[in-house]
Nanobody
Framework: QVQLVESGGGLVQAGGSLRLSCAASGRILDAMGWFRQAPGKDREFVAAITWTAGITYYADADSVKGRFTISRDSTKNTMYLKMNSLKPEDTAVYYC?????????????????WGQGTQVTVSS
């Protein structure tokens, strides 16, 4: 079993920054990821990182690439999402997720374990 505890969400003005954290406890992981869900929209992939090699993946095109950075600290079993140049359209509940099994890290179906979610609100 894996437990994930998120922190770091909040209210920020457009152009500002936030850093989300996700602390994991339990079994060994293969990858962790961040997803987000805005009101009335489907949950979407944001970023992921493989735990051993630290290979990173980001959502396509202009959505987050270049503004968000995913990282992990293996010594603390914690994953981070640094979000810069935030836009109102980044407003969503952000979820961290973890999986012990290799696979398509951009798909929410891969992940067995989920955090409780943390609200990020970006005002214009």
């Amino acid at each position: 079993q894996v437990q994930l505890v998120e922190s770091g969400g909040g209210l920020v003005q457009a152009g500002g920054s936030l850093r989300l954290s996700c602390a994991a406890s339990g079994r060994i992981l293969d990858a962790m990821g961040w997803f987000r869900q805005a009101p009335g929209k489907d949950r979407e992939f944001v970023a992921a990182i493989t735990w051993t090699a630290g290979i990173t993946y980001y959502a396509d095109a202009d959505s987050v690439k270049g503004r968000f950075t995913i990282s992990r600290d293996s010594t603390k079993n914690t994953m981070y999402l640094k979000m810069n140049s935030l836009k109102p359209e980044d407003t969503a509940v952000y979820y961290c997720a973890a999986t012990p099994i290799p696979g398509r890290v951009t798909s929410y179906r891969l992940y067995d374990y989920w955090g409780q979610g943390t609200q990020v609100t970006v005002s214009s």
